[in-house]
């Protein structure tokens, strides 16, 4: 049985690894299935348990980060094959995917269970056109500790949604 990874600093560093795992050819498709459907609240299907305790190290199971890591485990079995890719941000993954300003500015200003309801539509919608991104973005959202951590990501994400050609501009304003 695979054993949690504790030489990682961070939650947002598991995040490939977990897709990896999720998405590997022996991991069951019940299982990940279970997990694709596993809601925010209500009932906690066994294989969340076991999948956090075999890939999560100990020190990040507690009630502060059990709705991300709840979000960021839903989301990671919504994706097709291996979801991670380190070179596309995830503001740009959004981008590419026509993700509206208007999601997207709803997503960075939410907190707590909004936050990870907006998350999970945003990873089904990357889900739909097949899009694989960077989800240590993603986790870091998710797990941002303080509001400064939480302003840097925000801003992150924001700077790689409009730095992406195909960001939808309705205009381009020049200030004098």
């Known amino acids: 049985m695979p054993q949690a990874d504790t030489n990682i600093n961070y939650p947002a560093d598991l995040a490939p690894r977990l897709a990896a795992v999720i998405h590997a050819d022996g991991f069951p498709n019940g299982e990940r299935a279970r997990l694709k459907r596993m809601s925010l609240s209500g009932p906690t299907p066994l294989s969340y348990h076991r999948f956090l305790l075999r890939y999560v190290p100990p020190r990040w199971h507690g009630k502060i980060t059990a709705l991300a890591w709840r979000t960021l485990i839903s989301a990671l079995a919504r994706q097709h094959q291996n ?74 994400i924001a700077r790689d949604f409009y730095r992406t050609p195909s960001a939808k501009d309705d205009s381009a304003v020049e200030f004098a």
């Open 83 to 156: 979801p991670h890719n380190p070179s596309m941000p995830f503001g740009h993954a959004l981008a590419e995917s026509d993700y509206s300003e208007l999601r997207l500015e709803s997503l960075l200003a939410a907190e707590g269970r909004v936050l990870a309801t907006l998350t999970l539509r945003a990873a089904t919608r990357l889900a739909a056109g097949r899009v694989r991104c960077n989800w240590k973005d993603i986790a870091w959202l998710l797990f941002a500790v303080n509001n400064d951590t939480r302003e840097r990501v925000n801003q992150r």
